[in-house]
């Protein structure tokens, strides 16, 4: 069993900057593909960023050039630093572990495909 906690959530102002931090529990030893996932109210979860156990990393195209996913394995952490902020990505913010990396999955931003998940932590973006 894994456990996954979220933190680093907030409000803030347009063009502003937050960083996302995930820190896993449990049974790690397996963990391959780690990711980021956003909902918003009344829209389907989106997968936003994912990175795998060598490195490779795959972002939403939203997100890209605004966005940055890295790990720590030493201390089982995943990260989501997020810049230039826009309200669009007002959101609850899950991270994920356990998934696959491959063309059927979009590189690990398909949330089907991973078996754990955090409880979420608020982003709120104003103008």
């Known amino acids: 069993e894994v456990q996954l906690v979220e933190s680093g959530g907030g409000s803030v102002q347009a063009g502003g900057s937050l960083r996302l931090s995930c820190t896993a529990s449990g049974y790690t030893y397996s963990l391959s593909v780690m990711g980021w996932f956003r909902q918003a109210p009344g829209k389907r979860r989106e997968g936003v960023a994912s990175?795998?156990?060598?490195?490779?990393?795959n972002y939403a195209n939203s997100v890209k050039g605004r966005f940055t996913i890295s790990k720590d394995n030493a201390k089982n952490s995943l990260f989501l630093q997020m810049n230039n902020l826009k309200p669009e990505d007002t959101a609850m913010y899950y991270c994920a572990a356990d998934g696959l990396w491959d063309v059927y999955t979009d590189y690990g931003l398909r949330g089907d495909e991973y078996n754990y998940w955090g409880q979420g932590t608020q982003v709120t973006v104003s103008s």
């Open positions: 990175i795998d156990n060598d490195g490779r990393i």
